[in-house]
């Protein structure tokens, strides 16, 4: 069940996508495959994310030639397992590759002089973080029944960003043709904790207000 505040947020979402026609859009989820999808990849989808994908699911569009991603829309229902938690798991399994080349954050605490101790402290840190959920290539919205309304995030190993002030203004900014500098809005809301910190982080970089590592 979904609040109605993410429910109407989702459904948005859901029509601007298919107006935008950018995309293959089959029937939406029903609930015994949310459960099913829920159990096996151990996630729970936030309310208006669920919405979304219920009014229709986005499967497949065009290759961009100039793209890593074969396909950037997760098919939930007849996709690959192993290539689904591949992405499930993208944003971690990068951040990991970049503490192995000597990335760490001012909020992990000390790291380790020792390569493969600061890799294992950072596995533990990032097994604590907040779960995310891939909505296409790589924006993801955090995940958590009863939620909706967070920033989508756009993960790129430790470069992550706002895009969107939610699931709906993401939509038009990807798909729609919204202007770009739509993006330029208060980082403040961004309030799941950990992912936060590393939007206030790049932010201060790019303002010149702090160090990135």
Known sequence: ????????????????????????IEPGLSDAEFDRIEREFGIEFADDHRAFLSTGLPVWEEPDPDSMWENPWP????GDPDQLRWHLNWEVDFLIEDVERGHWTPWWGPRPDDPEEAVEAAREVLARAPRIVPVYAHRFLPAGHGTFGHPVLSMWRSDIICFGFDLAHYIDLEFVGAPEDEVEWARSDVVVPFWRDYVAWNERSRTGTGEHA
């Open 1 to 24: 069940m979904t609040s109605r505040e993410g429910e109407l947020l989702g459904v948005l979402a859901a029509r601007k996508l298919a107006e935008s026609g950018c995309c293959e």
């Open 75 to 78: 098919d939930w229902r007849n």
